[in-house]
């Protein structure tokens, strides 16, 4: 297989959690393609091994546009996600994209609800770091993340300044129970800590379902239950907008 795309180097790697890593590309600045993409778009990755490319892989870029630097935040899985994370600075993957439209056209919504388990909240953070710089406002915008331990949560901090330049809050859930260690440092957070599942009744509690355009992403297997308890409660189906992928890589 040929590609006549140049390999994009690593510039670095930051441990976000213990199975969570954000790796740091640098592409070419003329592949305008990267330059352009929209927020919440993805990529695909191959990485080399014993001469040839391997297949690619698709990774939802989680830093804002207007850069050909790529975040992609990744959660070692299998196989493939475990030879990313074993990457070193100075070598190269090779990355194609961007694709995908899941979070276009957000000015147009009357509210927006987004719906992140694990790693599925990396395409509404680059949504929301591209809008917090940007001239043009979102409108109000509630985010429920979801992991099954408080040790999963990362960038809470960042969740923090979104809510002071924009018309945002954010609820995150744990299937584990927080305990005073992890509080102490959101004691005048606008951040919504919950111990239990990501249910409907959940999302009804804090924000309203009617006319809100909702974004779900993550593992399938772990949303699956919430997409049925949400039409359930009568929410339309074309007004949730779903990027879920099936299994480990």
Same mark, same amino acid.
């Given at each position: 297989m040929t590609?006549?795309? @140049?390999?994009?180097?690593?510039?670095?790697?930051?441990?976000?959690t213990?199975? $969570?890593?954000?790796?740091? !590309?640098? %592409? &070419?600045?003329?592949?305008?393609e990267?330059?352009?993409?929209k927020? %919440?778009?993805? /990529?695909e990755?191959?990485?080399? *091994?014993? =001469?040839t490319?391997? @297949?690619p892989?698709p990774?939802?870029v989680?830093?804002? #546009?207007?850069?050909?630097?790529?975040w992609?935040? $990744?959660?070692?899985? =299998?196989l493939?996600?475990?030879?990313?994370?074993?990457? *070193?600075?100075?070598?190269?993957?090779?990355?194609?994209g961007?694709?995908?439209?899941? &979070?276009?056209?957000?000015?147009?919504?009357?509210?927006?609800?987004?719906?992140?388990? =694990?790693?599925g909240?990396?395409?509404?953070?680059?949504v929301l770091?591209?809008?917090?710089?940007?001239?043009?406002?979102?409108?109000?915008?509630?985010?429920?993340?979801?992991?099954?331990?408080?040790?999963?949560?990362f960038y809470?901090h960042?969740?923090?300044? !979104?809510? !002071?330049?924009m018309?945002f809050?954010? /609820? $995150?859930i744990?299937?584990?129970?927080?305990?005073?260690?992890?509080?102490?440092?959101?004691?005048?957070?606008?951040?919504? !800590?919950?111990?239990?599942?990501?249910?409907?009744?959940?999302?009804?509690?804090?924000? #309203?379902?009617?006319?809100?355009?909702m974004? $779900? &992403?993550?593992?399938?297997?772990?949303?699956?239950?919430?997409? @049925?308890?949400? *039409?359930?409660? =009568? /929410?339309?189906?074309h007004? /949730?907008h779903?990027?879920?992928?099936?299994?480990p890589?």
């Open positions: 590609h006549e795309h @140049e390999p994009f180097p690593l510039l670095a790697l930051k441990s976000e213990a199975d $969570v890593k954000t790796l740091i !590309f640098r %592409g &070419c600045g003329s592949k305008r990267f330059l352009d993409r927020p %919440g778009q993805y /990529v990755v191959s990485l080399q *091994q014993d =001469g490319w391997s @297949e892989h990774f939802t989680a830093n804002a #546009p207007g850069s050909d630097i790529i992609l935040t $990744v959660k070692r899985r =299998g493939f996600t475990n030879r990313l994370h074993a990457l *070193q600075p100075g070598q190269r993957a090779l990355i194609t961007p694709f995908g439209a899941f &979070c276009s056209r957000l000015e147009q919504h009357t509210s927006i609800i987004m719906i992140a388990a =694990g790693t909240i990396a395409p509404f953070l680059s770091r591209h809008y917090q710089r940007a001239e043009s406002a979102l409108p109000p915008i509630t985010l429920f993340w979801w992991n099954e331990s408080p040790e999963d949560f809470l960042l969740l923090d300044s !979104f809510y !002071f330049s018309d809050s954010a /609820v $995150v744990s299937q584990h129970p927080f305990s005073g260690k992890h509080l102490k440092h959101h004691r005048l957070s606008t951040i919504h !800590f919950v111990h239990g599942e990501l249910r409907a009744e959940l999302i009804k509690k804090y924000t #309203p379902l009617a006319d809100a355009a974004y $779900v &992403c993550g593992l399938k297997d772990s949303l699956t239950p919430l997409d @049925e308890q949400l *039409q359930e409660l =009568g /929410v339309a189906p007004a /949730v779903r990027e879920f992928w099936t299994h890589l």
